[in-house]
């Protein structure tokens, strides 16, 4: 039965009808995430650490056995409390630009009307465009507009494509399209100091570190 679907298991490759094989819950699943997957994940990590602290505590509450005989018989008392350490917060540097000085509040703080000391020349760069934005002229326009007031000279982009992904083509197919275009550009144009994309997130994401 050539055409049979099956599924590939072990190492070595097995191959086993669908109907024979349940899949077990909360295994590791290897390979890459889904765009959502990859969202969730991150929107989980950055959590304020007052979270993530009540959620190790719960944690910690329901796993750690107090008191358990068979470990005070070896000499291990467990703990459910964390813990602590003496430290110290440092005090926020200052950071000084060409028009004025700022302290940051809470790790950030907003570039708006803020003019770099040693403004950079942006005159290699370029833009690809897989979905059609309606006006791309006008974008460029206010990446100049913005650069322009932060002290920076942003000049035209050597290039403005539309190339096109096939969109029957699996998620793959596209993300291998897309690999070629950038590998394209890249050839062309030597030196590229940065290339915007547009792109629709949601079908095929593209992950950072590709």
Not at 34 to 62: C, H, W
Not at 179 to 189: A, C, D, F, P, S
Request: proline share 7%; hydrophobic share 35%.
């Amino acid at each position: 039965y050539p055409d049979l679907p099956c599924i590939t298991v072990g190492i070595k490759g097995t191959h086993l009808p669908m109907e024979v094989c349940t899949i077990i819950k909360g295994q590791c699943k290897l390979g890459g995430l889904t765009g959502d997957q990859t969202s969730n994940m991150i929107r989980y990590s950055v959590r304020p650490a007052f979270e993530k602290e009540k959620i190790i505590q719960l944690i910690a509450n329901r796993e750690i056995v107090l008191n358990d005989p068979l470990l005070a018989h070896y000499c291990i008392n467990p703990s459910n409390k964390m813990i602590e350490v003496n430290g110290r917060v440092l005090d926020t540097p200052t950071i000084n630009y060409s028009n004025k000085s700022i302290r940051p509040r809470d790790g950030s703080w907003n570039l708006r009307g803020k003019v770099f000391s040693l403004g950079k020349t942006m005159d290699n760069w370029g833009i690809l465009d897989f979905v059609g934005v309606p006006d791309v002229r006008q974008f460029i326009r206010e990446v100049q507009l913005v650069g322009g007031n932060s002290g920076m000279r942003i000049n035209q982009p050597r290039f403005v494509e539309n190339p096109r992904i096939n969109s029957r083509d699996d998620d793959y197919r596209k993300k291998e399209q897309i690999r070629q275009e950038l590998k394209r550009v890249h050839k062309n144009y030597p030196g590229l100091q940065m290339i915007v994309v547009f792109i629709n997130g949601k079908p095929f994401p593209i992950e950072n570190k590709e």
